[in-house]
């Protein structure tokens, strides 16, 4: 019905076909937002995936806390929007800056502030504050599996959210040099998985990484893509995608 009646606007009216969104990009985006919140409530993977894309030689140190020097709390958010039926994430690059970030693309997070009332809330705080996206217009789904990051002394919290349009993204002038748009297949394709040699004298280490858009995404960031990529492979199966 809806077919006759475009064709019929378009022969009296000489008006442009519109490009239909196959039903089919819909159908699979809830599908899946469907599968990752009850794969979200069973246990995960954890540490397995993540060491997956760990730098190597693995240094056990790094997944220790120093109970004598007690790690912040951070949380950031892996946010899952549709466009051009698939699955995106927004990855962020951060400005030039002295810390042990600088330069780096990661997601959108940060500290624990008071105002937060948990981990969650502080990943959908710093989304608005850093891309744009407003808190209420994110659906949690879950959380991924805790992170130690060794260099900042953080314990990172990874949230799950999902909006269902393609936002319009407001990088932060100060806290994002730019929003790297991710497609989900990318965590996929093994043409993307790479490995580089990075030196912090005294120690040279052979990090994995994704390469989006030529950005080198590696570390922390990387560990829980991977951990995310675990669990987007078991859903996958189950949907047989």
């Not at 060491?51 to 109970?67: H, L, V």
């Not at 998985?193 to 912090?200: A, D, P, Q, S, T």
């Amino acid at each position: 019905m809806k077919e006759r009646l475009i064709s019929v606007l378009v022969y009296y009216f000489k008006i442009e076909k519109p490009t239909l969104i196959p039903a089919v990009s819909n159908q699979y985006f809830e599908s899946f937002v469907s599968e990752l919140r009850n794969r979200l409530k069973e246990p995960l993977p954890g540490r397995t995936a993540q060491i997956r894309m760990a730098p190597k030689p693995i240094d056990e140190n790094r997944f220790r806390e120093n109970p004598m020097r007690p790690a912040r709390l951070g949380g950031v958010m892996i946010l899952l929007y549709p466009d051009k039926g698939g699955v995106h994430i927004p990855l962020m690059k951060r400005p030039e800056y002295d810390g042990a970030h600088s330069g780096q693309v990661s997601f959108p997070g940060g500290k624990l502030e008071d105002v937060d009332t948990d981990l969650v809330d502080t990943a959908l705080r710093e989304t608005h504050e850093e891309i744009g996206v407003p808190k209420d217009n994110v659906e949690v789904l879950g959380s991924l599996s805790e992170l130690f990051i060794i260099a900042s002394n953080f314990k990172v919290l990874p949230t799950i959210g999902v909006v269902r349009n393609k936002p319009n993204f407001i990088p932060d002038p100060i806290e994002v040099a730019d929003v790297l748009p991710m497609p989900l297949a990318a965590l996929k394709d093994p043409a993307l998985r790479k490995v580089k040699e990075m030196k912090f004298p005294p120690y040279t280490i052979q990090s994995p990484y994704f390469d989006i858009h030529g950005e080198v995404v590696w570390g922390a960031t990387a560990m829980m893509l991977s951990e995310f990529s675990y669990v987007v492979d078991e859903i996958e199966a189950k949907l047989q995608l």
